[in-house]
């Protein structure tokens, strides 16, 4: 999954932008915003998310050595890039495989209590204060959470109050990788002095090496199916993973073209174009409540953006 930001003019607004650069990064958030359709496609076919996540990030490895072979060299140089090999492995391993096994709008929006997770770890690792703005979004946030979470049959008659909490596999799975893709973005930040294509590779060997260390623990202990016959996914593994490098191409080019608090706000798109394919392909539907908690959780995070 692509991390925010990148080089750019301060201030502005997206009608002050380049339209390509406005349209490469809303490529990019379409192409995750749709991932889950090709993903589950490719689970049909025998090939379960986790192991789609390790062929197409291997076939991003190849590419990376292929055109930059230093890169290899600065990474293995930076032991502290091995921390966002592990962040950005978790993220891609969790999302992935969470949008294909439930409800798809809500693990996204899950994904996007980045706000929360990043005013913490910014605090910790970073050393940035807890400002007031800071505390509003984490507030929008976590009551957009609740508000998603919340039972919709709460426990009648038991006395029992029904916390809101994740209650399947795929809703945990989207927490831990929005709290996963929220320390990315924070270690790319500290990293910011590390070459480009090393953190790129960093990225894209973690995306590979977690998402493979999960699947064969998880198959050998038989509770996700090892990889069926090539023949019937190996294409459509090579035309995600062209799609994934054509959308990290869209956004390279409008990150370096476009402040980075409005790529913030451009890539929120993302919820959008999972929400409609999502509601439109029988994935999902949108409840009043869950509208509600995506109007809170969205709020925080063009909130941060806009910080």
Same mark, same amino acid.
């Given at each position: ?181 929220? #320390?990315?973005? !924070? *270690? /790319?930040?500290?990293? @910011?002095?590390? %070459?480009?294509? +090393? ?5 894209? $060997? =973690? ?68 929400? #409609?394919?999502? !509601? *439109? /392909?029988?994935?999902? @539907?949108?409840? %009043?409540?869950? +509208? ?5 959780? $969205? =709020? ?8």
């Amino acid at each position: 999954m692509a991390a925010e930001g990148g080089p750019g003019r301060p201030g502005g607004s997206v009608a002050g932008h380049p339209p390509l650069a406005i349209a490469g990064l809303l490529f990019n958030a379409f192409a995750w915003g749709v991932s889950w359709w090709p993903f589950r496609e490719l689970g049909e076919r025998g090939l379960h998310a986790l192991w789609a996540t390790v062929f197409v990030y291997v076939l991003g490895v190849v590419v990376i050595t292929v055109a930059r072979p230093q890169a290899w060299g600065q990474l293995l140089r930076a032991p502290a890039l091995w921390w966002l090999v592990l962040a950005s492995g978790a993220t891609n391993a969790t999302f992935n495989w969470g949008v294909t096994i439930g409800d798809v709008v809500r693990v996204v929006l899950l994904f996007y209590l980045m706000p929360v997770w990043a005013v913490l770890l910014a605090r910790v690792l970073l050393g940035e204060p807890l400002t007031r703005p800071a505390l509003l979004r984490l507030a929008l946030a976590l009551a957009g959470a609740a508000v998603v979470l919340w039972p919709a049959q709460p426990n009648a008659g038991d006395g029992a109050f029904a916390w809101p909490v994740p209650a399947t596999l795929a809703e945990w799975l989207g927490l831990a990788g929005g709290l996963a893709f929220a #320390l990315t973005n !924070v *270690l /790319l930040r500290r990293e @910011a002095e590390q %070459p480009e294509m +090393a953190r790129a590779l960093a990225m894209f $060997v =973690g995306g590979a090496v977690v998402a493979g260390v999960v699947a064969l623990a998880l198959a050998s202990a038989s509770h996700v199916p090892w990889p069926g016959p090539a023949p019937a996914w190996g294409l459509g593994v090579a035309l995600l993973a062209l799609w994934f490098l054509a959308s990290n191409l869209t956004l390279q080019y409008g990150a370096a073209r476009v402040p980075a608090n409005i790529t913030a706000v451009v890539m929120v798109s993302e919820v959008l174009f999972a929400s #409609l394919s999502a !509601v *439109l /392909l029988g994935a999902s @539907a949108i409840t %009043p409540t869950l +509208a509600i908690g995506a109007c809170l959780i $969205v =709020g925080a995070s063009l909130l941060a953006a806009r910080a």
